[in-house]
């Protein structure tokens, strides 16, 4: 492979939408930002100046990072933030990946404005494992506040109530004809008739799920999380906030006389008010030779699920497979050293005396897992395990099991209240590991985008109700399982992943909505080195930045 080299320089820009203009923070004065492209193979180097007066660190979410754990960038997991002024460079080489990811700042909310596409080509003359398409489209969702974020987390964390939910949804930055003051915003994909186009999806959002569809178009799927699937047809796609999802889109032969409407809106179970807000795009055919104007009206519309539909949810997750053939085999591991049982879910904690909280039950909104609400430290996790000063810092005693075994899908138990904490699990180098996520029903069955950093983890199971370790393992899928970084646990149900530790380093895990993160829906996986030379991680680059 090669190296590959990017500049990203953090600066506010003025950007208008639905009517309103305000600055935000972005990479080069670009929203949403640019793309990052690369083989398989390659290294990457992205360059990263914060000229704003926040703290910064990206990440490059879903890139497996084998030993090269510094370079990932979570906030105080794996690295302290780049401050006002200062330097870091990100350097990681692909390996064994191909596909769509995408990167984002990992501090506080910042990633609302700070994203972009990833895009991995296969290595050279190595072709797809589908038909090759004419254009390649990143489509990427985000989410748009008229407020400042930075003020709607700080203003929910001190009053413990649901942060205010995002005034609109985009289509790679644009909200689209639905929102007041925004038609001119109408991101347009222009095609031609006869042709297949691979759209690349990206759910950069925030703090929602989304149901996606294209009207009178059907899609198929042909990867997740920057691994091939079996193929499959599907009208709409459902996609969490962390989920990429590689779809073709096969074009009419003929000319249509219309435009077709491409829009997204949530997929919701949880208990808070959520933006019930539809984006769109527009699908527009060129102009036909003979007639070269399209007819603007009518628009087509896509009907897509209602908000709760977890019924299609739950079936469209089934649907994906990995390839498991002979070029892409699913080396997942048959047998399991390490056995977890998380519960994530809501809860709730005791205000200080002089914080008057308004949440439920005038106490504050926290999250959890095992009934552990994760605290940041306030220096880097990967720095304390490498230089062995955890003292302080953390603690090697996260739960493998709930504190107490109740029927999470049932009523809540009375006491809802979370600990807290800066506890990690330690895996033995190489260990094979799995985790049952169960979602609790406390405050609300809520279905939960979990995503792992540094693996690729295979969705052995999934059900509703609670899991059941006598029976269920029987039904595991060890053949064709997906393969990702990001599962939606079902709401009022469990899924199940496996994983080989193979990368030594420090591994943020957490709920990808970004309110669950801050209320510490959130851990770590602290992976020990192997005994040979290439199975441990290299010291820190010498510009790792400093708490
Ligand atoms: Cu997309 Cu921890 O991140």
Same mark, same amino acid.
């Given at each position: ?280 795009? *527009? ?158 029903? *406390? ?82 996986? *602290? ?21």
């Amino acid at each position: 492979g090669i190296t590959r080299h990017y500049k990203f320089d953090i600066k506010l820009q003025t950007v208008t939408r639905l009517c309103q203009t305000k600055s935000i923070v972005t990479v080069n004065g670009q929203f949403p930002g640019p793309q990052i492209t690369a083989r398989e193979g390659d290294t990457v180097l992205v360059k990263v100046t914060n000229h704003v007066q926040n703290n910064i660190t990206m990440h490059w979410h879903g890139i497996r990072q084998l030993r090269s754990g510094w370079a990932d960038g979570p906030a105080y997991i794996t690295q302290c933030p780049i401050q006002t002024g200062q330097t870091y460079v990100y350097k990681f080489t692909i390996t064994g990946q191909r596909g769509t990811l995408f990167w984002h700042a990992h501090i506080s909310w910042l990633r609302v404005t700070l994203y972009g596409p990833i895009v991995i080509l296969p290595k050279r003359n190595i072709p797809y494992p589908f038909p090759q398409p004419h254009k390649e489209v990143p489509i990427i969702f985000g989410e748009w506040w008229k407020a400042n974020t930075e003020t709607v987390i700080k203003q929910a964390l001190q009053t413990g109530r649901a942060p205010t939910v995002s005034d609109a949804f985009t289509i790679n930055g644009l909200p689209g004809p639905f929102y007041s003051c925004s038609a001119k915003d109408t991101f347009k994909l222009k095609v031609t008739p006869g042709k297949t186009y691979l759209l690349r999806l990206i759910n950069a959002a925030l703090n929602d799920e989304l149901f996606f569809s294209i009207a009178n178009h059907t899609l198929t799927v042909v990867e997740a999380d920057a691994i091939y699937t079996k193929p499959f047809k599907t009208n709409i796609v459902l996609i969490t906030p962390g989920q990429t999802t590689n779809v073709l889109l096969k074009t009419k032969h003929q000319h249509p006389k219309t435009s077709f409407l491409i829009s997204a809106r949530p997929y919701a179970t949880g208990p808070a008010p959520f933006d019930n807000t539809t984006t769109a795009a *527009i699908l527009e055919y060129d102009h036909p030779s003979s007639n070269n104007k399209t007819t603007k009206l009518p628009l087509l519309k896509p009907s897509l699920p209602k908000f709760n539909d977890t019924i299609f949810a739950t079936n469209f997750n089934k649907k994906i497979r990995s390839l498991a053939n002979a070029k892409f085999p699913a080396n997942l591991p048959k047998t399991v050293d390490k056995k977890f049982f998380f519960t994530v879910g809501l809860g709730l904690s005791q205000c200080s005396q002089n914080q008057k909280c308004q949440g439920p039950k005038n106490m504050k909104f926290r999250a959890s897992i095992n009934n552990v609400s994760f605290v940041l430290p306030s220096t880097a996790l990967l720095q304390a395990h490498f230089f062995k000063q955890s003292a302080g810092v953390y603690t090697t005693d996260f739960p493998a099991n709930p504190p107490v075994i109740f029927n999470y899908t049932g009523n809540p138990p009375s006491n809802i209240m979370v600990n807290s904490g800066t506890k990690a699990v330690v895996l033995p180098f190489n260990a094979k590991v799995e985790v049952v996520l169960q979602d609790t029903s *406390i405050i609300g069955a809520e279905s939960h985008p979990l995503h792992l950093h540094g693996f690729n983890f295979f969705v052995v199971g999934q059900g509703f109700g609670n899991f059941d370790s006598k029976r269920d393992p029987a039904k595991f899928n060890l053949v064709d399982p997906a393969q990702r970084n990001t599962v939606g646990v079902p709401s009022g149900g469990w899924v199940a992943i496996r994983f080989r530790a193979d990368n030594p380093g420090v591994w943020f895990m957490h709920c990808h909505l970004e309110i669950h993160t801050s209320w510490g829906l959130k851990m770590a996986w *602290i992976v020990m080195d192997g005994k040979r030379p290439h199975q441990k991680l290299p010291p820190p680059p010498a510009d790792l930045p400093k708490c």
